[in-house]
């Protein structure tokens, strides 16, 4: 390996790309704001540490030499690298840290995405990176700082702190309740329940909490995700049990509506783990704060 002595300067290189771009050594000067003896300077120094010519002078102008050619491809390709390599340090600096957090599926598109902007405005220098998982907590990937998870309550998750316990509201959309003319808790009979696939016991557990005897009707496709069964209840298809603060928003609107201010609190929780050894890291304290503010914690 060459020593750093006999490596040329970066200024060199640079004043050789320019010139074999230009074929000429007024042209490159002109680009490179210097005077054309400054460039000649550069080029006949270069020549010498390489220790044969890059360029074959004639009377009517140059050309580059075999070992110019060979060089020049090589030179323009290592600089571009390393202009790169800077601007994109320069970047990361700038935006300081980047936090990537690993969500469920319907709390990341159904709460974080729409408040997201806010924690972008208020922490410039924070970018968030999010993927979604789904689960009990098991060891973390190599990127992965921070994950969010609805499990059963428990206080034997390591390095999980409860955010909030599990509040289930029913919701249904204006057009169905008015299609199916819902007036009373007994209406409630003609409507379509949308079963929860992990959760299957959920409606029968919402049932004994409201003291509802009658019979119900589910309906033949059941969900994975809240986020789907949003979806289907946008869709008139029948009624869902969401999590309070993920339709919250929805249920201000006007574009929800939980007909009898029916809730139910399950035995599940939202808990955020974060390894003991990143507890410290201001990035995630920003992030916790915040989402603590946003969920009313």
């Known amino acids: 390996m060459l020593k750093a002595s006999e490596l040329p300067s970066i200024k060199a290189l640079r004043t050789f790309i320019a010139v074999a771009n230009n074929m000429s050594f007024s042209k490159a000067a002109i680009e490179l704001s210097v005077t054309q003896g400054a460039v000649s300077k550069q080029i006949s120094s270069l020549e010498q540490q390489l220790g044969q010519p890059l360029f074959q002078r004639h009377m009517n102008g140059i050309e580059l030499s075999n070992a110019g050619k060979r060089y020049l491809p090589l030179v323009a390709e290592a600089l571009e690298i390393i202009q790169h390599a800077t601007a994109s340090l320069i970047q990361t600096d700038q935006v300081e840290e980047v936090l990537t957090i690993n969500v469920t599926p319907s709390f990341a598109s159904l709460w974080l995405i729409p408040k997201i902007e806010s924690f972008n405005q208020q922490n410039e220098n924070i970018r968030l990176r999010i993927k979604t998982g789904d689960g009990l907590i098991k060891k973390m990937d190599a990127d992965t700082e921070m994950m969010i998870r609805c499990l059963p309550i428990s206080k034997h998750y390591e390095n999980a702190t409860l955010l909030q316990k599990e509040n289930l509201v029913l919701v249904a959309s204006p057009k169905l309740l008015s299609d199916e003319g819902i007036h009373s808790i007994e209406d409630m009979q003609r409507l379509t329940l949308l079963p929860h696939v992990t959760r299957p016991h959920l409606w029968e557990q ?69 390894p003991s050894y990143k507890l410290s890291s201001r990035k995630i304290y920003a992030f916790n704060q915040w989402l603590k503010v946003n969920l009313g914690i």
Do not use: C, W
Request: proline letters at 3%.
């Open 206 to 274: 919402f049932k004994r909490q409201q003291n509802l005897s009658f019979s119900v009707k589910y309906h033949n496709v059941a969900f994975e995700h809240f986020y789907m069964s949003l979806e289907a209840v946008r869709e008139s298809v029948g009624v869902a049990l969401l999590p309070d603060f993920m339709v919250r928003s929805l249920i201000e609107k006007g574009q929800l509506v939980n007909p009898f201010g029916f809730s139910m609190q399950t035995s599940y929780g939202y808990y955020v783990h974060v």
